[in-house]
């Protein structure tokens, strides 16, 4: 069917910077809104970042400025640059897509499995 797949998390020192991926493969007719959420220990997941086909993003407002959304819809793809990374962004951080897999179908949220960033000295 659908799968979403993330990469790019890792060990980072406080300050640096990380670009996470997001692919959606599988049996894709179109995608509509994509998008960025987290969640750290002991705490609920939460909205990162989300982006629509057309390119309007929309994003928590604690990280506007040091985050940036963007994609590549020839290749269902998102992309989440992430700058002045501090210890409390560490968390697992998930990919969503909105697939409609056939013309007549609608369109369903799917999410991959999470990549870990760790901020840390």
């Known amino acids: 069917q659908v799968q979403v797949v993330e990469s790019g998390g890792g060990l980072v020192q406080p300050g640096g910077s990380l670009r996470l991926s997001c692919v959606a493969s599988g049996n894709i007719f179109g995608v509509y809104m994509m998008g960025w959420y987290r969640q750290a220990p002991g705490k609920q997941r939460e909205l990162v970042a989300t982006?629509?086909?057309?390119?309007?993003?929309t994003y928590a407002d604690s990280l506007k400025g040091r985050f940036t959304i963007s994609r590549d819809n020839a290749k269902n793809t998102v992309y989440l640059q992430m700058n002045s990374l501090k210890p409390e962004d560490t968390a697992v951080y998930y990919c969503?897509?909105?697939?409609?897999?056939?013309?007549?179908?609608?369109?369903?949220?799917?999410w991959g499995q999470g990549t870990l960033v760790t901020v840390s000295s």
């Open positions: 969503s897509a909105d697939v409609k897999e056939t013309w007549s179908s609608t369109y369903q949220e799917h």
């Open positions: 982006i629509t086909s057309g390119g309007q993003a």
